[in-house]
């Protein structure tokens, strides 16, 4: 059972918190369900405005965020265009001032080493104000620590966290994390996973395999 369409807020009387696949329209942006976006400085429906940055449709790059995510306030994805290119000598994006300088408008996306998606793992926690950089895939089940740069990709059930970010610790022993990997709960039907909050809120993974 999915998240009505219309439905945006999560809980009553709670407009800081949204379901972020509701309040997007950039089809460049794919959001899982139930993935949460909250935001207690701006309006969290203008996420897209606000947090997606330097996303710019000449260089057909998406974000991709799994389901049941949780974003918080301040989180930032910056795209290729945020790249002036370090094959120039000048870090001066010339290529984009192509009027001022009589230049060549096809060449403008020389001005950007090119990076490519950002793509968000399901059951991703992304922590204040933390800042992921184009092109690195975030692992289901990670944690990015509150302010953290993350300048690569981080593996599934990883907690990082630093300028720029490096890996703490995993969340679980490896062989719990390779069984929540095959079981992909949040592929579930929301009944099925209703039947295991229980298991799956205390961490009782011998109980959400026998489901």
Request: net charge negative; charged share 20%; glycine share 6%.
């Amino acid at each position: 059972m999915a998240i009505p369409e219309k439905k945006i807020y999560p809980r009553s009387n709670d407009p800081q918190t949204v379901y972020l696949k509701n309040v997007i329209t950039d089809l460049s942006i794919i959001v899982g369900e139930y993935t949460i976006y909250n935001d207690f400085v701006s309006d969290p429906t203008q996420f897209e405005k606000n947090n997606v940055l330097y996303h710019y449709p000449i260089n057909h790059e998406k974000l991709i965020i799994g389901k049941f995510c949780s974003i918080a306030c301040g989180a930032r994805f910056l795209f290729t265009s945020a790249n002036h290119t370090l094959a120039s000598l000048s870090t001066y994006p010339f290529p984009i001032f192509y009027e001022e300088w009589d230049l060549d408008k096809a060449q403008i996306t020389s001005a950007w080493d090119r990076k490519g998606d950002i793509v968000i793992g399901n059951d991703v926690w992304i922590g204040y104000e933390a800042v992921l950089l184009s092109g690195i895939h975030i692992g289901d089940g990670a944690i990015i620590g509150s302010r953290a740069v993350v300048t690569h990709d981080v593996p599934p059930y990883t907690i990082v966290g630093g300028v720029p970010a490096r890996e703490i610790k995993q969340r679980f022993p490896q062989p719990v994390i390779d069984r929540l990997l095959q079981l992909q709960w949040w592929d579930w039907p929301a009944e099925q996973i209703r039947r295991v909050l229980p298991a799956l809120t205390r961490g009782e993974i011998e109980k959400l395999t026998a489901a």
